[in-house]
């Protein structure tokens, strides 16, 4: 059977294939440890939960409207006015099955063949396939590790051409934790608005922030920074719903309802249950997210000090989301010549899971979740550094 050139030319996600590895030996019995993981190691909130039995003891299990129930599209809206101070109505969200599948629709609207994306890295691993399907070319830019991954507005302004459609904006950053300031924001929200571009912006993690850092949008520029954001949020990370499945966009008018459109050929609806436990998630009580917040704050301090402590190995302070994100070129060589080599040899004889960073555009890193109970992380650390120290870094 011959398949389609658009999907010859995309890889599977690096991630997911990692948490199906670990999944694999677990079930082998071995003793393995995940640090490859993408999401919280905590049970849904409570009153989620409650949110999503209690609509189903009320019969709310039909089709919904595509782009979500009117209640859970107000609720978006809300937040983002109250964010940003930027009035949106119901008619500018969608919910979706995920933040993925936002970002997926989000491109299907945008990128024509030919089109250009601007995508600094590293980056999630979906955002140049998601373009590529779209028949577009992904554009990559580095963002410079001494600056913390922070990627430069005028890195951007140069990457850009007369066939750039969008950029790529995610804060904090999957994998490195970098987060962008409000000032460079704002500036490469005046490039968007200057060349007529879109910024499709990823705020998933933009609950977890640490030692003081600010969460920021391209909306922070005001009113007129409106047309050309598409902002994607997700309750799968802030709320620990990532089996849920509820994303949403919000931007543009004629945007959203493109978006709108498609889903309505795609998926229907996102499931109605997990819409009204989202509606929770949203306006309810946000104690869990602190809690959350607190533990990994705790871990942090843990996989810092102890990457630190390797040889070979560097690693600035990741400032959001709950990955650091390490340079491992100073243990790389003749025999362990890539970060795919190294992630291969963590697994191999550490039973420890890794992403090694070629899955994010930048060789010479591995992306450590520290999403992990303490003292697994701790262990699974322990088991990196003899690793490492075995290979006579």
């Given at each position: 059977?011959?398949?389609?050139?658009?999907?010859?030319?995309?890889?599977?996600?690096?991630?997911?294939?990692?948490?199906?590895?670990?999944?694999?030996?677990a079930a082998q019995g071995l003793d393995v440890i995940d640090l490859g993981?993408?999401?919280?190691?905590?049970?849904?909130?409570?009153?989620?939960?409650?949110?999503?039995?209690?609509?189903?003891?009320?019969?709310?299990?039909?089709?919904?409207?595509?782009?979500?129930?009117?209640?859970?599209?107000?609720?978006?809206?809300?937040?983002?006015?109250?964010?940003?101070?930027?009035?949106?109505?119901?008619?500018?969200?969608?919910?979706?099955?995920?933040?993925?599948?936002?970002?997926?629709?989000?491109?299907?609207?945008?990128?024509?063949?030919?089109?250009?994306?601007?995508?600094?890295?590293?980056?999630?691993?979906?955002?140049?396939?998601?373009?590529?399907?779209?028949?577009?070319?992904?554009?990559?830019?580095?963002?410079?590790?001494?600056?913390?991954?922070?990627?430069?507005?005028?890195?951007?302004?140069?990457?850009?051409?007369?066939?750039?459609?969008?950029?790529?904006?995610?804060?904090?950053?999957?994998?490195?934790?970098?987060?962008?300031?409000?000032?460079?924001?704002?500036?490469?929200?005046?490039?968007?608005?200057?060349?007529?571009?879109?910024?499709?912006?990823?705020?998933?993690?933009?609950?977890?922030?640490?030692?003081?850092?600010?969460?920021?949008?391209?909306?922070?520029?005001?009113?007129?920074?409106?047309?050309?954001?598409?902002?994607?949020?997700?309750?799968?990370?802030?709320?620990?719903?990532?089996?849920?499945?509820?994303?949403?966009?919000?931007?543009?008018?004629?945007?959203?309802?493109?978006?709108?459109?498609?889903?309505?050929?795609?998926?229907?609806?996102?499931?109605?249950?997990?819409?009204?436990?989202?509606?929770?998630?949203?306006?309810?009580?946000?104690?869990?997210?602190?809690?959350?917040?607190?533990?990994?704050?705790?871990?942090?301090?843990?996989?810092?000090?102890?990457?630190?402590?390797?040889?070979?190995?560097?690693?600035?302070?990741?400032?959001?989301?709950?990955?650091?994100?390490?340079?491992?070129?100073?243990?790389?060589?003749?025999?362990?010549?890539?970060?795919?080599?190294?992630?291969?040899?963590?697994?191999?004889?550490?039973?420890?899971?890794?992403?090694?960073?070629?899955?994010?555009?930048?060789?010479?890193?591995?992306?450590?979740?520290?999403?992990?109970?303490?003292?697994?992380?701790?262990?699974a650390l322990d088991r990196m550094a003899n690793s490492f120290a075995a290979?006579?870094?």
């Amino acid at each position: 059977m011959e398949i389609v050139n658009r999907l010859a030319r995309i890889s599977p996600s690096a991630t997911l294939a990692a948490a199906d590895k670990a999944a694999r030996m677990a079930a082998q019995g071995l003793d393995v440890i995940d640090l490859g993981q993408g999401l919280p190691d905590f049970p849904t909130p409570p009153q989620i939960c409650d949110a999503g039995i209690t609509a189903i003891n009320e019969g709310r299990t039909r089709y919904t409207p595509a782009a979500g129930i009117p209640e859970l599209r107000d609720a978006i809206a809300a937040r983002y006015r109250a964010l940003y101070g930027v009035e949106y109505e119901r008619a500018e969200t969608i919910v979706t099955c995920g933040g993925k599948h936002a970002l997926y629709s989000a491109f299907q609207a945008l990128v024509e063949d030919g089109d250009e994306v601007v995508i600094p890295t590293p980056y999630w691993v979906s955002f140049p396939e998601q373009v590529r399907i779209a028949g577009g070319r992904p554009v990559f830019v580095d963002a410079r590790e001494e600056d913390a991954f922070v990627v430069s507005a005028q890195d951007i302004d140069d990457a850009c051409t007369e066939r750039t459609k969008a950029i790529i904006l995610n804060t904090p950053s999957n994998p490195s934790g970098a987060v962008i300031p409000p000032s460079v924001l704002a500036d490469i929200a005046r490039i968007a608005i200057d060349r007529d571009l879109v910024i499709v912006f990823d705020e998933t993690y933009e609950q977890f922030l640490y030692d003081g850092a600010v969460h920021g949008s391209p909306l922070g520029l005001g009113p007129e920074a409106k047309p050309v954001t598409l902002s994607i949020g997700s309750c799968s990370k802030t709320w620990a719903m990532t089996g849920w499945r509820i994303g949403w966009a919000i931007g543009p008018r004629e945007l959203v309802s493109a978006m709108a459109r498609l889903q309505s050929h795609l998926t229907s609806n996102p499931t109605s249950i997990s819409q009204w436990a989202a509606v929770e998630a949203l306006t309810g009580d946000q104690t869990a997210v602190s809690e959350m917040l607190a533990a990994f704050a705790e871990r942090r301090e843990v996989v810092l000090r102890q990457l630190r402590s390797m040889s070979g190995v560097s690693c600035g302070r990741p400032m959001g989301a709950f990955y650091a994100f390490p340079s491992v070129g100073g243990i790389l060589g003749d025999s362990i010549a890539t970060s795919d080599d190294l992630a291969t040899h963590l697994i191999d004889t550490a039973n420890v899971v890794t992403v090694p960073g070629t899955a994010f555009g930048r060789d010479g890193f591995l992306r450590i979740s520290f999403a992990v109970e303490n003292d697994r992380l701790g262990e699974a650390l322990d088991r990196m550094a003899n690793s490492f120290a075995a290979l006579g870094t």
